[in-house]
């Protein structure tokens, strides 16, 4: 039922795997209004014309910056859900922000790679333990119809991974490798990632940390789907008020 304090939802990417689950999400929760779906092909000027205040973004790497840029002129605040974000493209986003703020309309964008709690509980652990041992690898599994590589949870936990060692002053991890390094993952700021595509899964991450005689493994599982939908609608309620860029569901919820 649609009551005065409703937030009106426009949801990018609606027929895909997450869009649908949102656009149900959404629907079923008794303070969001599902306004507008929409999919490739159809006007980005559909969403201000729905009413949409907030609208969520689970579209492709490919397209997503543009839509969210699209979103802050029509002065719509994002949820993104959509990999494939760069230091870059986010700082473009961020002045975007702050032009249109100084022009008098103040909209919020909610950029995470990952809305699960479980997911974002692990990096949060990952990022504290990272300093603490020498040798830190990130292993990311997901279904085989993923588009990217390596997966945005794992390139962010290993961001955080790495800037911690980092600020501790933790040696590269040790790693006599000579040949065959294809085989030992992608390098994300120093720490190894390796992607696994296997059907009958959906997202799951571990985050090795290895000492002399002792290991710590932090590992999460999304085995369905609704598994982001609270952190989703959690954000949803919060972009509202939060002016500019905040990336990682983590800021939001206060680890
Ligand atoms: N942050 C998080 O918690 C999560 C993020 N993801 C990410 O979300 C994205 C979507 O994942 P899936 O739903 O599995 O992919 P999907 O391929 O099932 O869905 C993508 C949808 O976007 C649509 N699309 C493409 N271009 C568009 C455009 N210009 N405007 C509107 N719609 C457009 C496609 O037609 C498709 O329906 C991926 O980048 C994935 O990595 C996925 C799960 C959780
Ligand atoms: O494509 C997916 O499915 C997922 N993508 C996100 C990512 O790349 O980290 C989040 C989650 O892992 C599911």
């Known amino acids: ?4 304090n409703t937030i009106k939802v426009a949801v990018l ?16 929760a008794a303070d969001l209004e599902l306004v507008a779906a929409l999919d490739a092909g159809d006007d980005l000027a559909q969403v201000a014309a729905s009413g949409a205040s907030v609208a969520v973004d689970f579209t492709v790497p490919a397209v997503t910056e543009a839509n969210v840029h699209a979103l802050v002129d029509q002065g ?5 859900g959509t990999t494939g ?3 870059e493209s986010r700082a473009r986003v961020a002045d975007h922000l702050a032009t249109s703020a100084e022009e008098g309309t103040a909209v919020g964008v909610l950029i995470a790679p990952n809305f699960g ?3 974002v509980l692990a990096m949060t652990f990952a990022a504290r333990a990272a300093r603490y041992f020498e040798s830190a690898e990130v292993v990311e599994l997901h279904h085989p119809n993923k588009v990217d590589a390596p997966s945005g949870t794992a390139t962010h936990t290993a961001q955080a991974m790495a800037a911690a060692r980092s600020e501790a002053g933790v040696a590269p991890s040790p790693d006599a490798t000579e040949s065959g390094w294809e085989a030992r993952g992608a390098d994300v700021d120093g720490v190894r990632v390796h992607a696994v595509r ?14 002399e005689g002792e290991q710590l493994t932090i590992r999460q599982d999304s085995f369905d ?3 982001f939908m609270p952190g989703v609608l959690l954000g ?6 939060r002016p500019g860029l905040t990336v990682g569901l983590e800021n939001v919820m206060d680890l």
């Open 236 to 241: 949803i309620r919060e972009v509202v008020g």
């Open 225 to 227: 789907r609704v598994s």
């Open 117 to 119: 709690l479980s997911a």
């Open 1 to 4: 039922m649609n009551t005065v």
């Open 76 to 80: 719509v605040h994002a949820v993104v």
């Open 13 to 28: 990417g609606a027929n895909g795997r997450m869009g649908r689950t949102v656009c149900a999400a959404v629907e079923a």
């Open 198 to 211: 296997l059907r009958g899964l959906v997202a799951h991450e571990e985050i090795l940390l290895g000492n």
């Open 85 to 87: 974000w760069t230091d």
